[in-house]
């Protein structure tokens, strides 16, 4: 099964970063984006699966899109970043992506988990 997930973790409370929208989107041959795929993290901060059911993981660019904007907002805190936006490559034989997100009011993290 192929599958793309993230973890948001709020470096500056130390907790998951709960209820964050996040759209997942891949790059079609003209340079569009074309969504596959969205949800919000969960009371622990992750998001265990954003493909839709029927989508499959082929080569190529995708983006993950979190909107940082509403999570600050609903807690009161100014945010140097509305959106982040993390783009990635897959290659042919990639089959499970894990990118989790450290967020901070004016600063963030990303990397490639596990």
Known sequence: MTQISTHVLDTALGTPAKDVPVLLESQESSGEWRRIGSGRTGEDGRCGQLLQPGEQLSSGIYRLVFDTGTYYS???VQGLYPVVQVI??????????????????????TYRGS
């Open 74 to 76: 609903e807690q009161g």
């Open 88 to 109: 990635f490559s897959v290659r042919d034989g990639d089959m499970h992506f894990h990118i989790p997100l450290l967020l901070s009011p004016h600063g963030y993290t």
